[in-house]
């Protein structure tokens, strides 16, 4: 009941704002999106039992600072979970920021309510260079549930490419890194080491200049036999797709 109460709420923000936004000419903008995957997979782990997912969500932004709501659903019963489940529900606030060309910072929380776990937050910063590939390092830190260090690193690069006037290939890939983060240790068993590796692709298409249509593939597999073993990474391969209005 809380998460729908949750969703209520950011969803309710984001039709006041944007009728707001209309009448005060004030520069707040955000979307809504909802998507169907074959899987639900967080940090290379399968936290659906290999079962088909429904995802949706809301960003809200003004000024810098970004407030988003974001759900999992069971669309079949599966990972110890019932079909029409909401299993996890994240609220992120984040604040973004450019103090050079070259450098843009993120920096914010997010607090993960799971279902049938302790719910917890993590702190986190995100540089990215704006160049070529943006290459981009994140450092969430888990500031609740952590036994040790808490920390969990990723480097990850990506770029679009225009391939229309309305339709964009996007190509990404990424590593991790794991120091005793609760979020990557499906054993419970704390391990610091190499965790795992994503590559994905995406094709983006403009039906409107605020309705955008996504389709995507990304493979994810275990770095090092630790976190295969300890992590619970394994061979995953995760498509989808996801309607999104943007205003």
């Given amino acids: 009941m809380k998460k729908f109460v949750l969703l209520a709420a950011i969803v309710s923000l984001c039709i006041g704002y944007s009728a707001s936004t209309a009448r005060a000419e004030i520069a707040i903008s955000g979307d ?7 899987k639900y997979v967080f940090r290379g782990i399968d936290l659906s039992g290999n079962q088909w997912v429904t995802q949706f969500g809301a960003d809200l932004s003004y000024k810098g600072f970004t407030l988003s ?13 019932k079909a029409g ?19 843009t910072f993120n920096v914010g929380n997010v607090f993960y309510s799971l279902e049938g776990l302790r719910d917890t937050d993590e702190l986190y910063i995100k540089t990215t260079l704006n160049t070529l590939l943006s290459p981009t390092l994140s450092i969430n830190w888990d500031c609740k549930m952590a036994k040790g260090t808490g920390l969990f690193y990723a480097l990850s690069v990506g770029h679009s490419f225009s391939l229309l006037d309305k339709l964009t290939l996007n190509l990404g890939g990424l590593v991790s890194y794991n120091q005793s983060n609760y979020s990557a ?23 409107t200049d605020n309705v955008k249509v ?13 976190a295969r073993e300890l992590g619970g990474v394994n061979d995953e ?3 989808g797709v996801k309607a999104a209005f943007s205003f």
Avoid: C, R
Avoid at 87 to 102: A, G, S
Avoid at 214 to 226: E, H, Q, V
């Fill in 237 to 239: 391969s995760l498509f």
């Fill in 32 to 38: 809504v999106y909802a998507g169907l995957y074959n």
């Fill in 185 to 207: 240790q499906l054993s419970g068993i704390d391990y610091n080491n190499w965790h795992h590796y994503e590559l994905s692709t995406g094709l983006d298409y403009a039906v």
């Fill in 85 to 103: 489940e909401i299993t996890e529900t994240d609220v992120t606030l984040n604040y973004t920021f450019t103090p050079i060309e070259l450098l």
């Fill in 69 to 81: 709501y974001w759900s999992n659903l069971m669309t079949h019963e599966g990972g110890g979970y």
């Fill in 214 to 226: 996504s389709a995507s593939y990304t493979y994810s597999n275990a770095l090092t036999s630790k």
